[in-house]
């Protein structure tokens, strides 16, 4: 789900050496106390490592959250699923984070830079990770202070090089997982799944599924979906009215949001509405007053690239396979199953509503395709 008035910051899903998939449910890792990973010691070459959050925007925090199934135990769970891939919570493997966020320094410097200098341990839902300085190619005007290349800071007087708003073009969170002892598995239940969404103060968010396999089960089922979704905001929190005014068709839209899917293995489907059923997609702006009017939306996608297209009730865009790029190691490419893309708005029939703080809510549906 995503809100009209956003903006501010991103969060995308960087694979790296990680995976979402294929975690051994059957295993725990040694040590498994959060006291031994409080230290300055990467575990980014660690079996349990995830991959790596990129995060651009002011300075925030990034809080943890399940999102289900869960056990309703106070840590974050793989939980199994039976032969007819139904959640079967009963059975869990637990498990908790270790992050580490470091920064990558503007062009032509490009350096990698450990700003946290040490682990941070994630023991359950509702933790956070601080992200203490800000990243992204935002400019400085001249007589304000900036960042150079190298991350220093002063004065920017048009030709000196501190132009950047922020000490980093990208942050990065490398994280990992640690299975603990506390498990109840049973012989029929092979598959496990689990769900984690990661937000920032500002409400960008990015949600990383998992699946895990007990190798010493005998259910029968498929191994659960491993993906991430991400929901990046591009336009400010309570953006004039004239700004969508000025729309009247797809081609000259405004761009609300942009989405971004990527997975190892699995292939999706993504559709809009404007109803948690998924059925409608009659969009509609309102206010505290009761005062309505209408809109429509579009979609645009970059990757793979293709026509813009109005968002229906029965319209869905798949993912396709491409090479994606890692930000942070411009030599790391994978090929996934891959989709991103602008959400767009317009007016395609000229509205003048009365004065007032209008919101609205456009659902998006993530479905595996076969």
Known sequence: MLHISLFGNAIT??????????FAINYNDNPDDPSAYMNSTPVWDHPGFLGRLIYTGAP???????HGPTTGGSRFYFTGTDWSAQSSTGYYREFFIVAR?????????????????????ITGPGQMVDIPYGAGDELVAIGQWGYN??????????????????PYSHIWID????????????????????????????????????????NKGWGWGQMPESFSFSIEKTVEDGFPFSWLQQTSTMYNALEIAKVIYR??????????ASDAAGYQSQFFFRNQYGDVFPFSLAFDASKPNRTVVPITSSQTFETA?????????????????VLEG?????????????????????????????
């Open 101 to 121: 966020a470091k920064g990558l320094r503007h062009s032509p410097s490009n350096a990698q830079h450990d700003f946290s200098q040490s682990n941070t341990v």
């Open 342 to 370: 602008g959400v767009l708005a317009y007016l395609p029939i000229y509205q003048n509503p009365p004065m007032g703080l209008y919101s609205s809510t456009v659902y998006v549906f993530v479905e595996p395709v076969e």
């Open 263 to 272: 997975a190892e293995d699995s292939a999706a489907s993504i559709r809009f």
């Open 175 to 214: 994280l990992t997982i640690i299975r603990t002892r506390n498990a109840n598995r049973s012989r029929w239940i092979t598959y496990y799944e689990s769900s984690l969404c990661i937000q920032s103060d500002e409400a960008a968010s990015v949600l990383l599924t998992l699946s895990g396999e007990d």
């Open 321 to 337: 396979v491409q090479s994606v790029t890692s930000p942070i190691d411009g030599n790391s490419t994978h090929q996934m199953h």
């Open 60 to 66: 925030t925090q990034l809080t943890f959250f399940n």
């Open 149 to 166: 290349a190298q991350g220093q800071r002063a004065v920017f007087n048009g030709s000196n090089g501190y132009q950047y708003l922020y």
């Open 13 to 22: 899903y960087d694979i790296a050496t990680g995976t979402l998939q294929d």
